[in-house]
């Protein structure tokens, strides 16, 4: 029972550097969501996807891209990085009902842009 | 916009004490979510508060929600050093598709 699965788990950019963060679940759920956490910022809302080919922004969706191609997953990619983007990045799914059902957490990728 | 506050922001406890958290939130929503996050883990789910009044208790950890107030409390009953962690509400926002979080309660219960 793999739930929620994030790679890479740990990575290291230099500016202007890009890369692509995969999310996988094998629930079979929904909504798939991507958050940052930075320290006494909780966790901040990036994109977000409620179904296989579509996608929306969240509270801080600069400077990110997604996309859901396939229902079970929902990849994040920066283009350009910056070391503001050095975050630790949470991928959560759930089901629909109630919208949204309970959020099941990704281990987390923790990315450092140098 | 919704708005989710935490307070406090830290809290470090005597074991055996009893204390509240609590989450503040800026719209209406009738459905509040509290998590755990140990120590460079993820997040797990403790709490799922649906309606005006609910009440959820799991070991010595309370948690109950009051819509017209607009404010949820944790309550931590004889803390133990086990429960040392950080802690998150989180409210639905936008028809229901998204969660916002607070910034999160740093637990330390000290022996």
């Known amino acids: 029972n793999a739930g929620v699965t994030q790679t890479p788990k740990f990575r290291v950019l230099k500016t202007g550097q890009s890369m692509t963060l995969l999310c996988a679940q094998d629930?079979?759920?929904?909504?798939m969501y991507w958050y940052r956490q930075d320290p006494g910022m909780g966790l901040r809302l990036i994109h977000y996807?409620?179904?296989?080919?579509?996608?929306a922004k969240g509270e801080v969706p600069d400077g990110y891209n997604v996309s859901r191609l396939k229902k079970q997953n929902f990849l994040l990619g920066l283009e350009s990085a910056a070391p503001s983007q050095t975050s630790v990045y949470f991928c959560?799914?759930?089901?629909?009902?109630?919208?949204?059902?309970?959020?099941?957490f990704g281990e987390g990728s923790r990315l450092t842009v140098l | 916009e919704l708005k989710v506050e935490q307070n406090p922001l830290f809290l470090s406890m005597q074991e055996g004490k009893n204390y509240t958290i609590y989450c503040n939130y800026s719209t209406t929503s009738d459905r509040l979510y509290w998590y755990r996050q140990d120590p460079g883990k993820s997040l797990e789910s403790l709490f799922v508060l649906l309606s005006n009044g609910a009440v959820k208790q799991e070991g010595r950890l309370m948690a109950s929600l009051d819509t017209k107030a607009r404010l949820s409390t944790l309550h931590i009953t004889a803390a133990v050093h086990d429960l040392s962690a950080t802690y998150f509400c989180?409210?639905?926002?936008?028809?229901?598709?998204?969660?916002?979080f607070g910034a999160g309660t740093i637990l330390r219960v000290k022996s």
């Open positions: 996807s409620v179904g296989e080919g579509t996608t």
């Open positions: 629930m079979n759920h929904e909504y």
């Open positions: 989180a409210v639905v926002a936008e028809y229901g598709n998204k969660l916002v």
């Open positions: 959560a799914s759930s089901y629909p009902r109630p919208p949204p059902g309970e959020l099941f």
